[in-house]
């Protein structure tokens, strides 16, 4: 009778040890989705703001960005691409690659740049993008008739 319980006590014991088991792998997968979304939206949280500070430096046409500006509306078309830190400063050992494709239209009194600026995370370059922004700049042609009539 004696051995019977120690069988059974031994028996509940490993099925207690599986469950255990069982649910620490859950909880372990679980708080490793968490720890992955979290970096996540890091990145994309950074990603913003790094959208945000190049944006405005390309409005502001702060360099690099007014020297592709003008191969632009000489070409066409340029791109620009670096790398930088989470505050959109350029690095380059940063933790996200900026990469910016401009294109310019001619309108009736100037040309259009128009900028796709795409931010990637450095060290997972193939997966998709963490923030892509387009913005836009205005470059007014001033013509001789113009500007001889402001005088």
Do not use: W
């Not at 040890?17 to 949280?45: D, H, M, N, P, S």
């Not at 050992?93 to 009736?108: F, I, W």
């Amino acid at each position: 009778m004696n051995r019977h319980r120690n069988l059974s006590f031994y028996i509940e014991s490993l099925l207690l040890l599986l469950f255990l088991l069982a649910a620490l792998v859950v909880l372990i997968r679980v708080f490793g989705a968490a720890q992955y979304l979290g970096e996540r939206a890091r990145g994309k949280t950074d990603a913003a703001l790094i959208l945000q500070t190049v944006s405005a430096d390309f409005s502001a046409q702060a360099e690099p960005y007014r020297t592709a500006t003008e191969q632009a509306k000489t070409e066409g078309q340029a791109q620009l691409e670096f790398c930088c830190d989470n505050q959109g400063n350029e690095q380059p050992d940063g933790g996200y690659c900026v990469a910016m494709e401009l294109r310019s239209e001619s309108r009736p009194t100037g040309r259009m740049i128009l900028a796709d600026i795409c931010v990637k995370s450095a060290s997972e370059p193939d997966e998709q993008p963490l923030g892509e922004v387009t913005t836009s700049l205005y470059c007014p042609e001033l013509t001789s008739d113009k500007e001889a009539g402001q005088s």
